[in-house]
């Protein structure tokens, strides 16, 4: 048996609120993964959190922000900015913050396909996180 197409549009609301509090459009899904578009507002700083059973590839379509990954003693600061692609490896701890102007947003593949709520595990912040929907102050903000 085949496997169903899908095509969609980029929903212009958000779908959801991620667990680190990003907004979420959801785009196709098949078996082995799944792809979203993420946003954080100009100014936001996301919760940091780790998953349990999944990882993510996040292509960055446009603003610009930094990521802070820690796994296995080992912690790094990416840029994130139009163009540049990351990846988010099973048990990685990551936060994300939009240090510009616009909507940072990016493309997310998640494989295996996003489980639910319960997949994300809150760990200690990097940076002190804005609340859902809040924008925070754009320069230095650990």
């Known amino acids: 048996m085949a ?12 779908d959801l ?3 680190d509090g990003s907004e979420i459009r959801c785009l196709p899904a098949l078996a082995a993964g ?4 993420c946003r954080l507002p100009a100014g936001a700083v996301s919760r940091a959190v780790r998953h349990r059973t999944v990882e993510e590839i996040w292509y960055v379509l446009a603003g610009r922000g930094e990521l802070w990954r820690r796994r296995e003693g ?3 600061i990416a840029t994130l900015a139009p163009g540049t692609a990351h990846t988010i490896p099973l048990g990685t701890a990551f936060q994300f913050r939009n240090t ?3 909507p940072l ?13 319960e997949e994300a595990v809150r760990v200690a912040d990097h940076w002190p996180p804005t609340e859902a929907g809040e924008e925070g ?3 230095d903000r650990k």
């Open 3 to 14: 496997e169903p197409f899908a095509s969609v549009r980029l929903p212009r609301r958000r």
């Open 137 to 139: 102050p754009r320069a």
């Open 100 to 102: 510009g102007e616009v």
């Open 105 to 117: 947003d990016i493309l997310i593949v998640t494989m295996p396909p996003w489980p639910g709520e």
């Open 74 to 76: 080992r912690e790094a």
């Open 17 to 19: 609120l991620a667990p």
């Open 34 to 37: 799944s792809m979203v578009h």
